[in-house]
Each structure stands twice: as structure tokens, then as C-alpha cells.
């Protein structure tokens, strides 16, 4: 059974860090394409981040691009989100999710799997 659990999520200053974690079970990542989709209150689904399991080609949204990076430990099947200078506009229950094209995942599409989010609150 594959299962996805986010976590590492908090309530930071603009400016902040946070460190979001998923850790997988069920599957390796060289079995799947892995990432990050985030939705915040009122407002459509964002693909943030991808890990392409054919080339390990990593790709991130625009509206991120630069502050967050994303990276894996294939060892602890594990999935980490560095997000640095946060803003309030990251706001959003952030999700991992697992078995997708990385095009599709920035429309905003969840995948084949995925867990439960962790919530991400920036203060202004």
C-alpha cells in the first residue's frame, strides 16, 4: 500500500524557513515521479515542485522558483522542501504527492497518491 505522510509545517514570519518532510511507504522513488502541490484557502491547487524519476530532472513552479528547493533520500524513502524567504502568499496546506507527470503536477493535479498535507501559515 502506498502512503504519504507531510509534515514539518508551521506558522513562520515573511522572511522565514521552514523545512517540509515526506516520508513514502509502498513504493521506492525510482518507481514514480515525487513532489509538492500546495492549496491555500479559496484558491485552485499549485503544483510547487517535481522529481522526475526517469532522469531525476527536478523542476520547480514559477511563484517559487529560486526560494524553495527540493531534494530526497532514497535510502529513507524520504522527501524534503527546503522553503526559504517565505511569504504570506505561500500560505497553504502543502501535499506530497507521488505517480504523476511532473507537466501535469503543475496544473495543479495531485496524482495517483498522496497523503495528508501539513499546514504552511506565513504572518505578514
Do not use: H
Amino acid at each position: 500500500e502506498v502512503q504519504l505522510q507531510a509534515s514539518g509545517g508551521g506558522l513562520v514570519q515573511t522572511g522565514g524557513s521552514l523545512r517540509l518532510s515526506c516520508a513514502a511507504s509502498g513504493f521506492t522513488f525510482d518507481d514514480y515521479n515525487i513532489g509538492w502541490v500546495r492549496q491555500a484557502p479559496g484558491k485552485a491547487s499549485e503544483g510547487v515542485s517535481c522529481i522526475s524519476s526517469s532522469d531525476g530532472g527536478i523542476y520547480y513552479g514559477d511563484s517559487v522558483k529560486g526560494r524553495i528547493t527540493i531534494s530526497s533520500d532514497n535510502a529513507k524513502n524520504t522527501m524534503y522542501l527546503q522553503m526559504n524567504s517565505l511569504k504570506p502568499e505561500d500560505t497553504a496546506i502543502y501535499y506530497c504527492v507521488a505517480d504523476i507527470p511532473c507537466s501535469r503536477l503543475f496544473m495543479g493535479t495531485v496524482g495517483e497518491f498522496w497523503g495528508r498535507g501539513t499546514q504552511v501559515t506565513v504572518s505578514s
